[in-house]
């Protein structure tokens, strides 16, 4: 089977689509999973100390 410039073009776009496609579905599914909602919300909050003062 001989790959010519044009089929490894058109390959590699369809194939990098897809993987960008399930990537991102990816990273929605872990954003939006119950069980990482705690480590969202400390992540948050925890920059917030309640004994920051301003640089003076």
Known sequence: MDFSH??????????????LFAFSIGVVIYTFWPRNRERFTRAET???????????
């Open 46 to 56: 925890e920059i917030f100390d309640k004994d920051d003062i301003p640089w003076t």
């Open 6 to 19: 044009d089929t490894m073009l058109a390959l590699a776009k369809v194939w990098g689509l897809f993987y």
